[in-house]
């Protein structure tokens, strides 16, 4: 018999890869970012600068790979980088306002898909289920690991 742990990690990514957004489309410019670059601004913040190395780690990615992924968002437009004020070694980067208008039109989440997988459940069972994952989120923070 599967643990519940087991069973919860089996179904998860059942349930995202069958909603998840595969392209953003940037309202303003009409670019098209992919789930990766999405995903890098819908970590980064237009105020409060990241360092370079803090993000990729948080992404399980090497700097390199970061850095690459950012060198298309910067010249997109979405991005900016400089070199932090007390350690020229590091680099920071934040959002533009084209990249916080990306941020925030994009969800993780494609509206239509959820509403059809949804759709697929009886109106008790749709309660049941938002109302065990608002329970699951709201335990969420507080993680060791999270990103604010």
Known sequence: MKSVVERFIEAYPKVFFACHLRHVRDSGSGRVLSARQASIVDHLDGKVPRQVHELAEHLGVTASTASLQLDDL????????????????????RLTRAGERVKGQQKVLDRERVAALLGRLTAAERAEVVAALEKLAATAGGLKGEWS
């Open 74 to 93: 910067e010249r997109a437009g979405f991005v900016k980088r400089s070199r932090h004020p007390r350690d020229r070694r590091r680099t920071n980067v």
